[in-house]
């Protein structure tokens, strides 16, 4: 099958890279010629240009833009495609994509991998990166079922685990499990490094190890994600934002009124609770 890809980064040439091993034939569009050169040599697409005219011959095309660019790209990429092409995305916020794109596109289908690592770009790209990760997908009443039949179809090899939900069930979720976490933990860092005495926090800096190191990784990544996560995601964010406050502060006043046994509670309710979200 002819498969397109619209963004040849850390998502975009993997998807290339593992749909390349499963037999299909890849080509991408890049806004820079030399991530094309890159994605042609390291076998993340057959052919890969600049000109969005390459997606004529695809019959899936995967938009793996940022968030912000998406709406303009397919605008742009519509009169070059045909009429029974499959567009589908890669977004980590499905209720404003599937609400933006969908009307431009009949045979849309959202989509998210929910997989990555700490770096970006075409030389990040892994062929198994969504080995066991979740694929969410979220038809809407009007998205054709053999559309999201044939997105499941071409995801579903790559060892992916499929879910198929709501495009608003999904923001609320993801905005306790991913959205939230990289507020927090940015959060974290921005209290650390608002230490007033300097010598101690140099010396936090030079104690800091695994602890921190896990807590503290998604708040020290790509600040454009969590801004696209913050006005894209807006209305389940803040929701989760002032849930996580309102349980914060409920430990606070534990601690403040040494209420040991109140906070044991909610410590071995929360060590019962977490493998539940790490099946």
Not at 120 to 142: H, K
Request: aromatic fraction near 4%; glycine fraction near 8%.
């Amino acid at each position: 099958m002819n498969i397109g890809i619209v963004g040849l980064g850390l998502i975009g040439g993997s998807l290339g890279l593992a749909l390349r091993s499963h037999g299909h034939t890849v080509l991408g569009v890049s806004r820079q010629s030399h991530t094309c050169q890159r994605a042609i040599a390291r076998g993340a697409v057959d052919d890969a240009g600049l000109s969005l005219n390459l997606m004529q011959s695809a019959e899936v095309v995967f938009l793996c833009t940022p968030l912000a660019a998406m709406q303009a790209t397919v605008v742009e990429l519509v009169p070059h495609l045909t009429a029974d092409t499959v567009l589908t995305d890669v977004g980590s916020v499905k209720g404003w994509v599937v609400k933006t794109i969908a009307p431009l596109w009949s045979n849309f289908v959202g989509g998210h991998p929910m997989a990555g690592t700490a770096e970006s770009g075409i030389e990040a790209a892994l062929p198994d990166l969504f080995s066991n990760a979740p694929y969410v997908l979220t038809p809407t009443e009007t998205t054709p079922a053999g559309a999201v039949q044939l997105v499941e179809a071409l995801v579903r090899p790559l060892q992916t685990r499929i879910y198929r939900c709501r495009p608003d069930d999904h923001d609320r979720a993801v905005a306790w499990i991913s959205h939230l976490p990289v507020m927090t933990s940015a959060s974290l860092i921005a209290a650390c490094i608002g230490e007033a005495d300097p010598a101690v926090l140099e010396l936090a800096c030079g104690l800091a190890s695994s602890g921190f190191r896990d807590t503290s990784r998604v708040g020290g990544g790509n600040p454009e994600l969590g801004l696209m996560m913050a006005q894209y995601n807006q209305v389940a964010l803040i929701r989760s934002l002032h849930a996580y406050r309102d349980t914060l502060n409920q430990m606070i006043a534990h601690i403040e009124q040494s209420d040991w046994r109140s906070l044991e509670a909610l410590l071995k309710q929360t060590q019962q609770a977490r493998p539940e979200f790490l099946q």
